[in-house]
């Protein structure tokens, strides 16, 4: 039987910090950041992780990936789990995908799917996490 999909919401604050590069000078526009954050709401707990991003000359076109393992709790089921970022933005135009990492899950959180959607408004950020979850 598949497990129902479920919808998990709240707010995070996020820390980027720039981690130093072993690019030459002509990777300039190459970047990596580490990631720390704070989760509130359906999702409660903190994560770090990992960013590299492209930047371009041309206003508003960018590329960045990521991974970041999030401890806490969903719902209050506790554990970890990890996220994988895909985003590139051509010339303001805006793609992102925010998946589970498979078979990712630990504690109450393994057998954790699904995908993420954030939003960014007047600088707060939220998010949305789409799950799928076994019963414990």
């Not at 903190?46 to 970041?68: D, F, H, W």
């Amino acid at each position: 039987m598949t497990e129902p999909t479920q919808q998990a919401r709240g707010t995070f604050v996020v820390a980027l910090t720039p981690q130093s590069s072993d690019g030459t000078p002509e990777d300039t526009a190459l970047g990596r950041m580490s990631i720390a954050k704070t989760f509130s709401g359906d999702i409660s707990g903190t994560s770090t992780g990992e960013m590299l991003t492209a930047m371009t000359s041309t206003k508003g076109s960018a590329a960045y990936v990521a991974v970041e393992r999030v401890r806490g709790s969903i719902s209050g089921r506790e554990g970890s789990f990890a996220l994988h970022h895909q985003g590139i933005s051509d010339r303001g135009a805006q793609q992102l995908s925010i998946m589970v990492v498979p078979d990712s899950g630990s504690g109450a959180l393994t057998g954790l799917t699904g995908s993420m959607s954030l939003v960014i408004a007047n600088g707060d950020h939220s998010y949305e996490l789409t799950y799928r979850l076994p019963d414990a």
